[in-house]
């Protein structure tokens, strides 16, 4: 899930499937509380800011989940010592650039917010690959503009993302769209015989204040490489995206003028 490499295996308590359910309430608590707020007002920002450190939680917890299903070779003491270091810098290199951008909105010119909007974008599809699936993931968000979902942001393997995906051009664009006009997510985790150069993916609508911008998508190359823990990271980041998003082309964001 993260690119923490945690040698072996330690014991611990399996963490119940209704916890994630409860930490994904908490992350919609603070992107609603935020949206419910005066549209680009300081105290929405600050929200936001306090949304994206909560994305840390249930990467924090996978990471806890997947560190008790494996048994220690080392000492308990030094597994412990170099998770809990390796887990800091991660999560602190992932989830800090996210919060400054986010901060930054609040006291930015509109001049200067579109430049802000795509460092946020990219800093949340960084995010978005390093934080989901096992290794070798590759995240996109595709911009909704004319009718087309079309890349503006990736990062991970090598391959750069080209396709475009319309409705009615085929079922890849018809599902797609479907998912940002429903502000719906989905996760296949076995893409089985279908054609493509990964084997599972996370597809997630990025929007706010009733308004659609595009769609988040993680895809990992093997099947089996997301989980319903990657489709819970990538619907927070996918929430901070649009909130961000929404602040950004707002009048007056700026100045916390509705």
Same mark, same amino acid.
């Given at each position: 899930?993260?690119?923490?490499?945690?040698?072996?295996?330690?014991?611990?308590?399996?963490?119940?499937?209704?916890?994630?359910?409860?930490?994904?309430?908490?992350?919609?608590?603070?992107?609603?509380?935020?949206?419910?707020?005066?549209?680009?007002?300081?105290?929405?920002?600050?929200?936001?800011?306090?949304?994206?450190?909560?994305?840390?939680?249930?990467?924090?917890?996978?990471?806890?989940?997947?560190?008790?299903?494996?048994?220690?070779?080392?000492?308990?003491?030094?597994?412990?010592?170099?998770?809990? $270091?390796?887990? *800091? &810098?991660? %999560?602190?290199?992932? !989830?800090?650039?996210? @919060?400054?951008? #986010?901060?930054?909105? +609040?006291?930015?010119?509109?001049?200067?917010? $579109?430049?802000? *909007? &795509?460092? %946020?974008?990219?800093? !949340?599809?960084?995010? @978005?690959?390093? #934080?989901?699936?096992? +290794?070798?993931?590759?995240?996109?968000?595709?911009?909704?503009?004319?009718?087309? %979902?079309?890349?503006?942001?990736?990062?991970?393997?090598?391959?750069?993302?080209?396709?475009?995906?319309?409705?009615?051009?085929?079922?890849?664009?018809?599902?797609?769209?479907?998912?940002?006009?429903?502000?719906?997510?989905?996760?296949?985790?076995?893409?089985?015989?279908?054609?493509?150069?990964?084997?599972?993916?996370?597809?997630?609508?990025?929007?706010?204040?009733?308004?659609?911008?595009?769609?988040?998508?993680?895809?990992?190359?093997?099947?089996?490489?997301?989980?319903?823990?990657?489709?819970?990271?990538?619907?927070?980041?996918?929430?901070?995206?649009?909130?961000?998003?929404?602040?950004?082309?707002?009048?007056?964001?700026?100045?916390?003028?509705?």
């Amino acid at each position: 899930m993260t690119d923490i490499d945690v040698p072996a295996a330690a014991r611990g308590p399996r963490i119940p499937r209704v916890f994630w359910l409860e930490v994904g309430a908490v992350i919609g608590g603070y992107v609603a509380a935020a949206l419910a707020g005066p549209p680009g007002g300081r105290w929405r920002v600050a929200l936001l800011v306090a949304g994206a450190a909560c994305v840390a939680v249930p990467v924090y917890l996978k990471s806890r989940r997947e560190l008790a299903a494996r048994r220690a070779r080392w000492s308990a003491e030094r597994l412990a010592i170099e998770y809990e $270091a390796r887990l *800091a &810098a991660t %999560l602190g290199d992932v !989830v800090t650039p996210i @919060a400054s951008l #986010l901060g930054s909105l +609040g006291g930015a010119p509109p001049a200067a917010r $579109a430049t802000i *909007a &795509a460092q %946020l974008t990219q800093a !949340v599809v960084d995010a @978005a690959a390093r #934080l989901c699936g096992g +290794g070798r993931t590759r995240s996109v968000y595709y911009s909704l503009s004319d009718g087309a %979902l079309a890349p503006a942001a990736w990062t991970g393997r090598a391959d750069r993302p080209t396709r475009v995906f319309r409705r009615g051009q085929d079922a890849a664009g018809d599902v797609a769209h479907g998912l940002v006009e429903r502000r719906d997510s989905m996760l296949v985790a076995d893409v089985g015989d279908q054609p493509g150069e990964y084997g599972a993916y996370v597809s997630v609508a990025v929007f706010a204040d009733g308004r659609a911008f595009g769609l988040l998508t993680v895809d990992a190359p093997d099947p089996g490489g997301l989980d319903e823990t990657d489709l819970m990271v990538a619907r927070a980041l996918a929430h901070l995206l649009g909130a961000g998003l929404a602040v950004a082309r707002t009048p007056g964001a700026a100045h916390g003028v509705a």
